[in-house]
Structure formats: C-alpha cells, structure tokens
C-alpha cells in the first residue's frame, strides 16, 4: 500500500528535486495515513508510531533516491535485515540479484548506529520543540528532517566531498593544507574539528578503522578518495592541526565510507536521516512521558527601542 502511495505522491516532484525535500515532504505526509487512529498521549500508540518511522524511513529514502535517477521502486524484502533491506531497496534492479559485499553492510550499520542520537543538536531540539505542542510525530520527525538539511549540520558529509573535489588531486593536498592554516584565506579544512570535542570524537576513531577497511576491501578506485587518505594524513603531522587539536570528524570519515559505498553526494544527508530517526523518535518518546512536560517557549529578549512615537506615514 505505502509503494504505490509513494509512486503517487512522487508523481508531483520533479526528478532534479532534492532527495531531502521529497523525504520531508513524505515523512510529514504519513500523517494524512496514520494521524486519525493515533494518540499521542497512549504509550502503545507512540510504540508504534515509533516502529512504523523507522521502519518506513530505508523504504522512503530508497525511493527518494530511485525516483531522482528514474529507476524502478523497490519493496524492502523482509527476510533481510534492515540495513541489507536498504541497500537493496537502493541499488537492486530488476534484471538481475544484487550483489554487495558484506562489509558495506557492516559500515552503513555502523554509520547508523553511531548516528542514532548525539543530544540536543539542532535538529533534535527541533523535534522536541515541535512535539512538545502535542503535534503528531511524523510531523514532528518531518521537522527534524528539515533542520538536519541545513549545511552546518547534515549537510556538511556533502561539504566534505565539495571539499575534496575542489581539491582534485592528491598533489594539490600540500597546497590546500597551506591555504587551511593561512589566517587571510577563508578556506578551511571540512571534516576537521568539532564544536564540542576538543580532543578526537570517540565515534570518528570508531568510523576512522571501518572507513580503512572498506577502502582496503571494496579495492574501490576512485582519486577523490585517494586525495582524501593524504590529506588525512597530512593533517594528522602538522603541527598547526595537532596543537589545535584539529581532528578529522565523523563527517570526514562518512563522508569517504558513503562514496566508497557508491551512494551519491545528495543522498547523504538522507542517510543521516535515516540514522537520526531512532534518535528523534526516543526523544519525542521521552518528552511525552516527562510528568507536566509543557510546550517549549524559548525566551526574547527585547533590545529594541523603550519609546518611539508615532509619525503619521507621509511625514516619515
Ligand atoms: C567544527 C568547527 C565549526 C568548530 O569550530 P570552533 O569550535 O568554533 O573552533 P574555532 O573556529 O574556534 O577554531 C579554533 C582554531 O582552529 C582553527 N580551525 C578550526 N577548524 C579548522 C579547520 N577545519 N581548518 C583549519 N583551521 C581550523 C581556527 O582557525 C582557530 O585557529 P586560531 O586559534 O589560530 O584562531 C570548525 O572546526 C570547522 O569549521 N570545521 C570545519 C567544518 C566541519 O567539519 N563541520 C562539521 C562539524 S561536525
């Protein structure tokens, strides 16, 4: 039933849109399928709005992805599990079965785990600020999609490849780690730093040693990421990124393992979507079950002026 719904509601996108709006626009839409029987105050019923959001985000991002590029839909096999599910829904096609290897499944499972949940980032807060006036979850999740497409925060995996097509070459690495340190050049190193950790994200060191493996194991050719192991690796012993302690993010490395994987530039924020699902749900959950919780009203302050008088229009 959702499949050919989808074919329908796709039907209005165009093929250029971008795989976030379409993801948005039909994660807000189950609503219109689920919102009558649904009661945000009965704990079954956020189970299973719950299940049924991550559940159907793989199947809803796969067609994204698939209605962009003009190929056939995909039903999610339900003897796979979820993540091979999704490759399947992404990259099989009808004329043949698909063949991956197991360690793309184990990296896209790891990336989804370590991207499950990280506090209240923007997009989290979002949910919760939405949800906490009793809106129904799917739109609530809807909103988290939106604010996680900004580049400042899902967006910039996609910054990193720009970065590194910019780059071009692994010769140009010397170069563009010079520009980094320049303090008169704006250019810096994307999938470096983080706001928080000031000493190495635990879940980079994590995705670092897979993105290694699938590099070394898929044998995949492809220069970008050739320029994006020396740059690594250049930063990794210069001394202005190390007394810094300027450390490639979880961007940097998902960044790579997405490309390695063959999943393209615009679909990466999707994934992370797909990943952060878990994530915003439980905290709509939590939210929900937080005794007297009330609706979120961040605070103005106003700093405008104390009086002004009127002036009638055509004297101003
Ligand atoms: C993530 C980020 C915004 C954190 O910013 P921050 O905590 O405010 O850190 P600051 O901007 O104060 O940087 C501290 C110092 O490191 C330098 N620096 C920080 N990130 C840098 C980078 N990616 N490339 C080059 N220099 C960098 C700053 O110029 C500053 O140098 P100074 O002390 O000589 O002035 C920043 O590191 C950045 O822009 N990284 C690249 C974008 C990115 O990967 N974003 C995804 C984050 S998950």
Redesign the pocket.
Known sequence: MMHESLKDFFKGFHHDAHPMAMLAAAVASLSAFYHDNLDVENPADRKLAAIRLIAKMPTIAAACYRYSIGWPFRYPRNNLEYVDRFLHMMFEVPSEPLQMSPVAAKALDLLFILHADHEQNASTSTVRLVGSTGANPYASVAAGITALWGP?HGG??E??LKMLEEIGTPDNVESAVLR??D?NDS??????????Y?NF?PRAKIIREMCHKVLAELGVNDPLLDVAMKLEEAALKDD??VE?K?YP????YSGIIYKALGIPTEMFTVMFAIARTAGWIAHWIEQHETPGARIGRPRQIYTGHDVRDYVAAGKR
Do not use: E, P, S
């Open positions: 400042a910039a995996n910054a990193v980094a340190k303090k250019f810096r190193l994307m999938g470096f730093g983080h706001r928080v000031k994200d202005y990124f810094r300027l993010n979880v961007d940097f």
